[in-house]
C-alpha cells in the first residue's frame, strides 16, 4: 500500500479504536457481546479483509503493515481484534495458501467484506498443542465427503458462516502428511456448534466446541482440490506461523494501553500526601513496563520484516509469540501492582486486562511450544537425542 495511504488507515483505526471502541469496553465485557454498529463500522473500514490480497478485496497489507495495524488495534479489549481476526489470520489464510482458484473466488470476496464469518476449526479435546494428533477423520462416499469428530475452543464458532475444518483422510499416512482442509458451511446437517464458552476474559470473543456427525460435503469442499489431498497440515502450519507474528503485534498494543493507564494512575493518585508516581519502587514499575513494551515492539517488527522477505518464517513468529505473550503479562501484573486495591475491582481497565492477557500465553501455541519449536529449530538432530 501507498505510505501516504497506509498512514491515512492507521489514524482512521487509531480514531476508531480509542474514540468508540475504547469507552464501550466495560460493556462488552459485562454483556460479552460486541454491539453491531461497531461491527458495521469495522466492516466498512475493511477491517474483515486488511490482510487478504486486493483482488479479492481486502487492503492487501504486507506482515510489516499488519503489525503496524495490530498495534492500535491491541491498545482495546482484545475481542475487537478476534471479531475479524480469523477471516484475515488462520481462517482467510487458509484459503490463500491453499485453496483451488474457484474457491478463493467464491469465498474470499465475501470473506474480506465480513459477509461472511471464516472459523478455523483444527483444536481439538485431545489434540490442541500437537494438532499432528487430532482424530477428526473424513472418508469420501461417491462424491461427497463424510467428515466425524468434534473440534473445541473455535473462534467465532456461534457466529461462522462457514468452517475451515482439519480432518483425517489417510489413516495409514504418518501423522503430518494424512490431513486434509474442507471448506463446510454452517447449517450443514449433522454439524453442531455448543453453547459459548464462559472463559476467564476476553469477554465479547466467543468460542465453542463443533461437533460433526456424518457431515457431508461434496468433493468441491476439498480446500485445493485434489492437489490438496493429504496436505492440510502443511497448510494449518504456515497459516499459524503468519498468526503468531499477528497476535503478537496485537499484544504489543495491549503493552501499550497498559503502561498508559499505569503512568495515569500514577500520576494522579496520591499516598500519604504524595502522587505515588514519586515513590521510586512504582517508578521502577513503570519503568520496566515500559523496557518490556519496547523491546516487544521492536521484535514483532524485526520479525515481521523477515517474514515478509522469507527469510524467517518459522523461528521469528515462536520467538516474538513467546517473548510477546510472556512480556505483556508481565506488563499487566505490573499495572494491576501500580494500581493497588483499584486494580482488583471489576470495571478498572488494568483488572479487565489482566483477565484478558491469561490466555495469550496459551492460544496460538503454548509459551512451552514454542520454547520446544525454536530449540529444536536450532538444534536440529541433537534435540531428538
Known sequence: ?????FSAVLSEVRRFVRERVVPLEAEIDEKDEMPADIREAAKKMGLFGFALPEEYGGLGLSMLEEAQLMFELGYTTPSLRSM???NNGIAGHVLMVGGTEEQKA???????????????????????????????KAHLDGDEWVINGAKRYITNAPLADVFMVFA????????????????????????TVAPKD?????????????FFDDVRVPASALVGGDA????????????????RVHISALMVGMAERLVDESVAYASARKQSGKLIGSFQLVQGLIADAQTDYYAGRATVLEAARAFDAGTDTKIGPSCTKYFASEMVWRVADRAVQVHGGAGYMRGVAVERFYRDAR?????????????????????????RG
Open 198 to 210: 464462559h472463559k476467564m476474559g476476553q469477554f465479547g470473543a466467543w468460542t465453542a466446541d463443533v
Open 1 to 5: 500500500m501507498d505510505a501516504a495511504d
Open 106 to 136: 467464491h469465498w474470499l470476496p465475501r470473506v474480506a467484506s465480513g459477509d461472511v464469518l471464516a472459523s478455523f476449526a483444527l483444536t481439538e479435546p485431545e489434540a490442541g498443542s500437537d494438532p499432528s494428533t487430532l482424530t477428526t
Open 359 to 383: 490466555l495469550f500465553r496459551i492460544y496460538e501455541g503454548t509459551s512451552q511450544i514454542q520454547q520446544v519449536i525454536i530449540a529444536k529449530a536450532l538444534l536440529g538432530e541433537a534435540a
Open 168 to 191: 483425517r483422510t489417510d489413516p495409514d499416512a504418518p501423522r503430518t502428511r494424512g490431513i486434509s482442509t474442507f471448506l463446510v458451511p454452517a447449517g450443514t446437517p449433522g454439524l
Open 84 to 86: 475479524f481476526g480469523t
Open 228 to 243: 490438496g489431498l493429504n496436505r492440510g497440515f502443511g497448510t494449518a502450519m504456515g497459516c499459524i506461523a503468519h498468526g
